[in-house]
């Protein structure tokens, strides 16, 4: 089989016009960046379609294929006749360059042009790095120039930023050699940055200007917030390198059907959703959107619907849920090695982390759920009868699907269980409410969603909780950063895992985003390489052609 990139090279993609027009769009609507890529408006109201949320286990190191199935089954979904436009996060050149790869899909269920998706795209990132890094310019020049404001050099809270894993730079001095007032500085990675969540959340310019200004700096002398309204000329400025980049991109699948790529935020260190722009041109273009959140649903999900759906006001009509036979017998302790081969005692140990899942989604979201499993060609079929069986005990349909190789075809028969699963009545219940306190809130989505038996805190993290609450921010969501790989904060404690605690180490108030984000574990806001980074496999020959993107 050919590789992603090779796949995606090949593909005739229709003028982006045409996928426009398709979505009811004018001709003179859409702000092309050449023939394949486009900026478009968010329609100020009109119908809502469905929406679709697709989520996952617990990634393995097997991989899970949650962006492939989301693009086939839109695909899928769109071979049956329905009207459907995919709402995606954008790739950050992070995991590009990192381990995890791209996040344009893969074989035959991908988004295109892939390249540019997985690369600079049409700029949103870069103008997102930029915005961050000129609020923090500005906030090191006015200390300079006398700071006026009385900013404490040691409570400064804003983080530089770059789109790039770069464990150098977690912590950094600034101002050295007489070069500004020296101080101890941090970098995060550009899709854990306030900026990010602030793009991704904002519903127009006015919000998108009030949002930046709600950002906190840090603190003054008198231990008072300091916003970055309270900057000279930040909000402005910030706003302008921001103006092209609050309107989704619109491209298109392999097949050639819409979808709408915005927004980067990652799941396990922020919210992990696209922007609500985007899905808000989904929903009001077409009359299914499918979007989806970062890794797990205990992660992603749990933020889209905990957070996103209060923020934006909408909620999903069905999710799905994605896992494959392969990581689910890594979570029951198989080696990687031996996964091709049939193994129902670790598959039946790998399960819980599926059934974990399912049972929040129905019971604490208390929304309608179909299970897809994404096919490998090593499924047995002793293997696909237990799971289907087994997710048929808790009244959800586990559907296999082979997108993969065979896109929006192998989809049709997810598409068809989706599209049923969304007529079925359903309200959004949530894991905690905005009014409890906010250590309540925390332990609400450890124990309800995690399985945990409780939250450890540090002393730092206490007296952040006690700050915030003093100040009248302790009704915002809360959005907890730990790792993805388990339920737990501990990566080491796969499938279901009982009997521990989430250790919080850091609470951090996002003003401008509107919400309060939870440090659990050893996860870092500002990744670093692995040995072997993909970075050592991506070149370009020649002829000018690229070579090991994925």
Known sequence: ???????????????????????????????????????????????????????????????????????????????????VCLALREPSLGPVFGVKGGAAGGGYAQIIPMSDINLHFTGDMHAITSANNLLCALVDNHIFRGNELKIDTNNIFFRRCMDMNDRSLINITVGQKGRGVEREDHFDITAASEVMAVLCL??????????????????NTDGEYVFARDIPGAVGSMAVLLKDALNPNLVQTLEGTPAIVHGGPFANIAHGCNSVRATYAAMRLADYAVTEAGFGADLGAEKFLDAKCRIAGIQPDAIVLVATVKALKLHGGAEKSTLSEENLPALAGGMPNLFKHIENMQKVYRKPVVVAMNRFVSDTPAEIKYVIDEVEKLGVQAVFTDVFTQGGKGGEDLARAVVQACEKPSELHYAYELDMPV?????????????????????????????????????????????????????????RPTGFRIKVRDVILKGGAGFIVVVAGKILLMPGLSKHPSAERISLDDEGNIHGLS
């Open 1 to 83: 089989m050919l590789s992603d990139i090779e796949i995606a090279e090949s593909a005739k993609p229709r003028d982006i016009r045409e996928v426009a027009a398709e979505l009811g769009l004018r001709e003179d609507e859409p702000e092309l960046y050449g023939r394949y890529k486009a900026k478009i408006p968010v329609p100020a109201s009109g119908k809502q379609g469905k929406l679709i949320l697709v989520t996952a286990i617990n990634p393995t190191a097997s991989g899970e294929g949650k962006t492939t199935v989301s693009i086939g089954l839109a695909d899928g979904m769109r071979r049956i006749g329905k009207k």
């Open 439 to 495: 250590k309540d809130k925390i332990n609400a989505v450890a124990t309800r969603i995690y399985g945990a038996d409780g939250v450890d805190y540090e002393p730092a993290a206490s007296e952040s909780i006690a700050r915030i609450e003093e100040k009248g921010f302790g009704g915002l969501p809360v959005i907890i950063a730990k790792t993805q790989y388990s339920l737990s904060d501990d990566e080491k404690l796969i499938s």
């Open 202 to 219: 904002a519903r127009d310019y006015r919000d998108l200007k009030e949002r930046l200004g709600n950002i906190i700096v840090g603190l």
